[in-house]
């Protein structure tokens, strides 16, 4: 099978490697597409220190089942699939039901240096992270699952609910995403946070409302909400946007950290502190959340497919790393698609 491996920082190349095989409770999953992920991009170009050289990342995948191991029930060969990244040990599942994301044994594929993750044609799963997908839908839509299930956790995690005002922090793909994961909550007052044009015109197709962070308050927030914000939810995480959040959301209200933009943070506690404002994290997602970011993904909402800007085969995803590190102007996910022969777009 061929990979994209992380060669050195900085520089990706199409490598061939073994075709794993599946052990008993194991799926091999062929990889239809794949998306990039910021936390790809960002390891990279050594930004985060959680990629390292010699790695197969990708997380955000849709895929084809390929063949079951021993004692895997319930799952066809030849189906649509994705799988959810985050895999706890077998021992710890009834102890971190419904929190599986707070496993310390987790490991999560396309981070764990060790495992050969979903920018490798064939990569291998545990069946229980295997979530089926519809066969009537574009498959390509299928790697918006990871995202919107990330998007899915920050809006539960921020208690979002019909008649909300919500402000989103920045219009990038987890923002957009959180777009979506609003609409599935029943949100519709939204209001968009972003610096590039092109991102705003994405979110205003999703139907938010979109403003200019380069001059955007919490004046211009409450202008554009009818009223100062219940929800924040901040999918950047740097001082100025935290700060934004805090300054636009109610007395009362909530902010809702996604973002993880800089690992240190100055905050003015007084926002918090006097104004009762709750300040809330969100990492990755529940089992839960995944399966309903599935399922919705799965009814081919006309909307989501905004999200995806491009898609480029195999041999092109080294140079869609070096542009997208370079600050191009694409205003929602690249996929690389990893099934040679198939028709390209």
């Known amino acids: 099978m061929k990979a994209l491996r992380l060669e050195e920082i900085g520089r990706l190349e ?3 490697l073994p075709d794993p095989e599946p052990g008993p ?5 062929r990889i239809v597409a794949t998306g990039i992920c910021g936390s790809d991009l960002h390891g990279f170009t050594g930004e985060n220190g959680r990629r390292h050289p010699g790695q197969v990342m990708g997380h955000e ?9 021993a004692g895997v029930d319930g799952l066809a060969v030849g189906s649509p699939a994705t799988f959810n990244p985050v895999v706890v ?10 929190r599986e994301q707070l496993s310390p044994g987790k490991q999560v594929i396309g981070v764990a240096r060790e495992i050969v993750a979903a920018f490798a044609q064939l990569i291998i799963v545990p069946a229980r992270n295997v979530v089926p997908l519809p066969a009537s839908m574009p498959i390509e839509l299928g790697a918006l699952v990871e995202p919107l299930a990330v998007a899915v956790h920050a809006v539960r995690r921020a208690g979002a609910a019909p008649g909300d005002r919500v402000l989103v922090v920045g219009g990038g793909p987890i923002g957009q995403s959180v777009v979506l994961a609003l609409q599935m909550a029943g949100v519709e007052r939204v209001a968009v946070t972003e610096l590039a044009p092109s991102r705003r015109a994405l979110v205003e197709r999703l139907g938010a409302s979109a403003l200019d962070a380069a001059a955007a308050d919490a004046a211009a927030v409450t202008e554009a909400l009818g009223g100062p914000a219940d929800v924040a939810i901040d999918a950047v995480g740097v001082e100025a946007t935290v700060r934004l959040a805090l300054e636009a959301t109610r007395l009362g209200g909530t902010v809702c950290l996604v973002g993880m933009g800089a690992p240190k943070l100055g905050l003015d506690a007084y926002l918090v502190s006097t104004g009762e404002r709750a300040l809330v994290g969100s990492f990755t997602y529940t089992a839960q959340d995944f399966a309903d970011a599935a399922a919705w993904i799965g009814q081919a909402p006309a909307q989501a497919g905004e999200l995806i800007s491009r898609v480029v085969p195999l041999e092109e995803g080294p140079g869609a790393f070096v542009e ?4 191009a102007d694409v205003p929602g996910k690249v996929l690389v698609r990893l099934d040679q022969g198939e028709e390209q777009r």
């Open 14 to 16: 199409v490598v061939d």
């Open 324 to 327: 997208l590190a370079g600050h």
């Open 25 to 29: 409770g194991e799926v091999r999953l």
């Open 61 to 69: 995948a849709v895929a084809i089942i390929d063949a079951v191991g």
């Open 89 to 98: 040990p077998e021992a710890d599942l009834e102890a971190f039901a419904g």
